[in-house]
Structure formats: C-alpha cells, structure tokens
C-alpha cells in the first residue's frame, strides 16, 4: 500500500505555475513536475498539462509512449488522487 497523500482535483488545479509548483495527474497518481519542467525536451508545452491530466496531450504526443519516459514522471510521484 502506498504511503503517500490522497489529493484532490482542486488542490492539483492551484498548482500550475512554477512559482506555485506544477502538478499533473497520470492514471490516478499525482506528480510534482516543478523541477523537471526546465530539462522538458518538449520545453514550455509541458505547461500546458499543468494542474491537470497528461493523458490528452500524451495521446497527441506519442514521444511519450516509452518506458524511459515514464520512469522520469515516476521519479516526480507526490500522491495519489
Ligand atoms: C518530448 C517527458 C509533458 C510535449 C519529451 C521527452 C521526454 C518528455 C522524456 C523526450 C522523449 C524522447 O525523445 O525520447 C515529458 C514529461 C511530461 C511531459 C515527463 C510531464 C510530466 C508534455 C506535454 C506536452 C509535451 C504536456 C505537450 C503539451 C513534448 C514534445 C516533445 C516531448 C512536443 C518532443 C520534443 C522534440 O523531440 O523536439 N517529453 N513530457 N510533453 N514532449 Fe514531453
């Protein structure tokens, strides 16, 4: 069972700057990606998803359907929602 906190959509929403921390969810889990959206080989797009779901844009951007990429997102896991 994991340890980590239960957020909910609304606190995810409040964080998508990087000053307030950016946050996105994935497949029910929660990411604080505040540090890695600087090395995004995607740059700025990746604010895009900030304070909701990757899923649409990773259905547009199928450069994410690889398992290096999420092993990146699951270094960045905060909660689950
Ligand atoms: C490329 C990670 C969100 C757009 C990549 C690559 C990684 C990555 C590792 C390079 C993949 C490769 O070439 O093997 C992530 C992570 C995200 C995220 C961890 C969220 C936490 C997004 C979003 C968008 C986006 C939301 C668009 C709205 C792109 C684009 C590229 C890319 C366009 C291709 C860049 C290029 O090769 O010129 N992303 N991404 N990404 N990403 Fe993301």
């Known amino acids: 069972a994991?340890?980590?906190p239960i957020y909910t959509q609304d606190e995810v929403t409040k964080h998508r700057s990087?000053?307030?921390g950016v946050w996105?969810?994935?497949?029910?889990s929660v990411y604080d990606i505040t540090?890695?959206?600087s090395m995004h080989p995607g740059g700025d797009k990746i604010l895009l998803?900030?304070?909701?779901?990757?899923?649409?844009?990773?259905?547009?951007y199928a450069v994410h359907?690889?398992?290096?990429?999420l092993e990146i997102?699951?270094?960045?896991k905060v909660g689950e929602l």
């Open 2 to 4: 994991s340890s980590l």
């Open 18 to 20: 990087v000053e307030e």
């Open 24 to 28: 996105v969810t994935y497949k029910g």
């Open 35 to 37: 540090e890695f959206v």
């Open 49 to 60: 998803a900030a304070g909701g779901a990757l899923e649409p844009f990773w259905a547009l």
């Open 65 to 69: 359907s690889q398992d290096h990429v």
């Open 73 to 76: 997102l699951s270094e960045y």
